[in-house]
C-alpha cells in the first residue's frame, strides 16, 4: 500500500471512531436525563424503579391536602381515576394549585412508594390540562368502561 494511501486510511478510521465515540457518549449522556411521564396507576403497579427521576401527574384528590405546620412542605395524594399516590413537596406550590386540579409534578419515588416532588407544575387556565394527564385520565375512564361492561356481561348470563 502506497504510504500516502495509509496514511489517510489512518485518518479516516481516526475520525470514524472519534464520531462514533462522541454519539455513543452523547446518547449516554441524553438517556440518563430523559424524564418519563408516568400515571399514579403505574407507579402504584410498581413500574417505577425507586430514585429514578420521573414526571407524574393526575388531578388532586379533594380532602388530601396536608400542610406542614413549621415549614413548607405539602403532602397530597394524586389520581388518575384508578389509582391514588402520595406526594411530598418542600416548597412554595404555584398559585393554581388547588384540590381536584391537575398537576404535573418531577421527583422520585421512594423506597415506601411515597413520590417527593422537586418541582410541581399546575395548570394555567380553566380550559387546559397537561396532554399527559389528559390521554391517563382518559385510559383510565374507558378501562374502568370496559370492566363495567364486563361486569354487566357476566351478570346477565
Known sequence: MHPQRKKRLHLILFLVLAV???VG????SLSQNINL?????QIANGE???GRTIRAGGLV???SVERDQQGLGVTFRVTDGQSEVPVFYDG???DLFREGQGIVA???VNTEGLFVASEVLAKHDENYMPPEVQAALEQAHQDGKAQMEA????ASY
Not at 457518549?25 to 449516554?28: F, G, I, R, T, V
Not at 361486569?151 to 357476566?154: P, R, S
Request: glycine residues 8%; charged residues 15%; proline residues 14%.
Open 61 to 63: 384528590v379533594e380532602g
Open 25 to 28: 457518549l452523547a446518547m449516554y
Open 48 to 50: 417505577v424503579p425507586p
Open 92 to 94: 412554595i406550590l404555584p
Open 151 to 154: 361486569a354487566a356481561k357476566e
Open 106 to 108: 418531577l421527583g422520585e
Open 37 to 41: 411521564f408516568q400515571t399514579p396507576t
Open 20 to 22: 462514533a465515540s462522541a
